[in-house]
């Protein structure tokens, strides 16, 4: 079994995946569920990182100065909202994904 | 499927699985015990007249931090060698083989890298105030320990890749072993990273204020716990995969659903588990500068750091919609 063989089968697969026995609706509802599956799981990284930055710095603070513990609260809750947008965006495409385009 | 023989299928699985395991694998460990040396060589052009003391802390930090490249090497010389048998042939065999590669490669990267961060401020520590090199070193091992456990999960979903066959087959199985070990290794890389950074702050700040070790080290397990959550979430997604799984189209189908949701919990568990690590990494230094303010500044990083995890919770939630709903 050569490398050649290997790659035609793959093209096949590809290029015609009817000849290889898989419907191309099959195929636009894989590729959507997998997409909604790393839209997602990349789209939760950046808040994630972010929001926990928001969090430690609000701890320094509070830790400077006590007393303003309530609007420095406040201040990282806003923060994190503003934060937690692009996550939100992406859990609104996969779900767009999923029960919209992937159906 | 059936372009490559069972044999060739196997070979390819080992090579993969083996090169995954081992390439991912020795990365974060290589990473994090430079970062310990590199603390350690500062510290003693600072404090010459302790390098001994230095030179022991920074090898038990390293010994410490290196112990999941060392998970990773047994499970890559098991995938490279372990006999192909029973009802995996061909390839489900190389699904396997890759899925346990990925799982222990990923798994093992974050918490390698994460135990440099508390070798290096143990080394730290120890020249700013030698005297207390014993519980310097006994609370970078404890934050270590907690550090190394995602690597210890993904350890266990490997293992039981190599060891009991997938319940589906066909299309379906190689999503299911991809899936799950993508879900497992990404989702204890960030978990990992994120212990680490939060033992480094808890190591720094008990050096500086050794009087209230006790708090800071509470708040360091604390932190850690929450930041290890993603990990937990992953490891419940590889479990259903593994033993749970619903009724599956055993084609593209199925390869895309436990694909798409092992990618999904894996990936989204990366940020949550390094922001809340970031956040016990702050509040430890806080807790052992202040100790007095330690419960509201436990409050406060509580509260951030469920924040930062909702991103996690939306990440599981799409991952099981993918595996039960659509």
Known sequence: ?103 | MEFLDAHTWELVGRYLGAGLALGLGGIGAAVGMGLSAGKANEAIIRQPSEQGTLLRTMLIGQAVGGSPSIFALVIGLLILFKPAGGDVVGATFAAVTIGAGISIGLGCFGSGLGCGWPGGAACEGVARNPRQSTSITSSMIIGQAVAQSPSIFATVIALIFLFRAPSVTGLAAFGVCLGAGIAMGAGALGPGIGSGTAAGGAVHGSSRWPQSSGSTLRTMLIAQAVSQTPAIFGMLVAFIMLFALPDLDLGIEGFARTLGAGIAAGFGGIGPGIGSGTAGDYACRVTAARPRIDALTLRTMLIGQAVSQSTAIYALIIALLLLFVV
């Not at chain 1, 590809?14 to 894989?30: H, M, T």
């Not at chain 1, 789209?43 to 007393?67: M, T």
């Open chain 1, 1 to 103: 079994m050569d490398l050649t063989t290997v790659l035609s089968a793959m093209q096949t697969v590809v290029a015609q995946p009817e000849a290889a026995g898989i419907s191309s609706a099959a195929v636009i509802k894989a590729g959507a569920l997998i997409g909604a599956g790393i839209c997602m799981g990349f789209g939760a990284i950046g808040p994630g990182v972010g929001e926990g930055f928001a969090a430690g710095k609000a701890c320094e603070a509070i830790g400077r100065n006590p007393q303003e513990a309530g609007l420095l609260t406040r201040t990282m809750l806003i923060g994190q909202a503003v934060s937690e947008s692009t996550g939100i965006y992406s859990l609104v495409v996969a779900l767009l994904m999923l029960f919209v385009v992937g159906k």
